[in-house]
């Protein structure tokens, strides 16, 4: 059973930035794309970045030129670097892994973007 583990959330100040991170408890093969999602209170989990394998990656509208999703040089790490946050990125963040025909979630990290 592969467990995946975010961390890096937190509270941060409007315009500030953090790093989250996803390790996998193990190695995963064939590997089809890892991503990030994020469900804030009242709504629906939304897709905020995917990697996939073939090297393309996909940002939501709202996130463009402000976040930054990467592989780590572990094949089972993924990061989102996350800049100039707004409080409109407060959700609890989900990494999700994809290698067919099995998709695995972490518990999610929160983020929280106050003053």
């Known amino acids: 059973q592969v467990q995946l583990v975010e961390s890096g959330g937190g509270l941060v100040q409007p315009g500030g930035s953090l790093r989250l991170s996803c390790v996998a408890s193990r190695r995963i093969v064939s590997i089809n794309a890892m991503g990030w999602y994020r469900q804030a209170p009242g709504k629906q989990r939304e897709l905020v970045a995917v990697?996939?394998?073939?090297?393309?990656?996909n940002y939501a509208d709202s996130v463009k030129g402000r976040f930054t999703i990467s592989r780590g040089d572990a094949s089972n790490t993924v990061y989102l670097q996350m800049n100039n946050l707004t409080p409109d990125d407060t959700a609890l963040y989900y990494c999700?892994?994809?290698?067919?025909?099995?998709?695995?979630w972490g518990q999610g990290t929160q983020v929280t973007v106050s003053s």
């Open positions: 990697l996939r394998s073939g090297g393309s990656i």
């Open positions: 999700n892994v994809r290698a067919l025909p099995y998709t695995y």
